[in-house]
DNA sequence: ATTTGACCTGGAGTGCACTCCAGGTCGTAC
DNA sequence: GTACGACCTGGAGTGCACTCCAGGTCAAAT
């Protein structure tokens, strides 16, 4: 099957100035033509482009993305590279997942400070706030 | 306490660039100066930088947290508001943390695929790959 | 007294990842 | 045969979050 750029936008999800910038930039191969020399986007092209847009989610940089891309083109011989970038970005995404734990502790604690506070004031309404309530929350 | 503003860079894991840009763009309030004029930050200064290095964690824009920095100013009443921003990000944090999970299970994958290449290519060290063997790679 | 180093200011520059634009070419529908 | 919509190109523009720079001030050390 061969895809119109609309409909491979549509499949990828990027839109299709960004299929066109991803091509300029080296990070697609440039996709087949039709007689009117429109892009022909390939079942290949798009699983590639599916791919892409996973590593692209992990936060993978373009840049890095470019390098795996051409290591892709160069062959079998390539793989043990390819492997230690995807071996690298999974660690860097179980770190990332680490720290994003992390902050949801900190604004689950936040969370929990503004609800005791508004309990507070629900309690003592018209009452003033002891400053160090203020303080425990905004800090 | 008091901190130069080298030291507050170094407690906060923020660039000296970046203090005074966050003071600039209203992120933070002007800290007191010394005699000098030079800039004296207090431990209430250093705790707010490190709850929006944070939200810097989370992914949080600079547009937001500037939202909940002027929030903050403005006092007891805005903690509805405040606490509506933090609930908001805890959800796009857990949102993303799945997201991550996903992509790890992706990595997981490819990176296996990686494996069972190099395991094949040592038993039958020599002989051509099939051509399927690469695409389920390289797709 | 001068040198050093940390700090100050306003403003310009950077890198990233797109996104938009003007002006042009096709093939199909009316 | 012309109007339309989808596509094409090269290049410029955007928003974000910093980061760097030139030229200057000040207090302590030599």
New interface residues.
């Given amino acids: 099957m061969s895809y119109s750029i609309a409909e491979a936008a549509r499949r990828s999800g990027l839109s299709i100035d960004t299929l066109r910038y991803y091509e300029r930039i080296k990070l697609v191969d440039p996709p087949a033509r039709d007689t009117a020399g429109r892009r022909a986007y390939s079942d ?1 092209d798009l ?2 482009l599916g ?1 892409l847009t ?1 590593l692209r ?2 936060g993978m940089s373009i840049k890095r993305m470019r390098e795996y891309a051409s290591l ?1 083109s160069r ?2 011989a390539s ?2 590279r ?2 230690a970038i ?2 690298e ?2 660690q860097a ?2 770190e ?2 680490a ?6 502790d ?3 604690y ?2 929990d400070n ?2 005791q ?2 309990r507070r004031v629900l309690e003592i309404s018209g009452t003033t ?1 002891p400053e160090n309530t ?1 303080q425990e ?3």
Avoid: H, P
């Fill in positions: 290949n699983a590639w791919f996973k989610l992990t892709r062959g079998t793989a043990g390819r492997k995807l071996v970005q999974r995404v179980a990332r997942i720290e994003l734990q992390g902050c949801l900190i604004l689950d936040k969370i503004y609800e506070l508004e706030v203020m929350i905004s800090a």
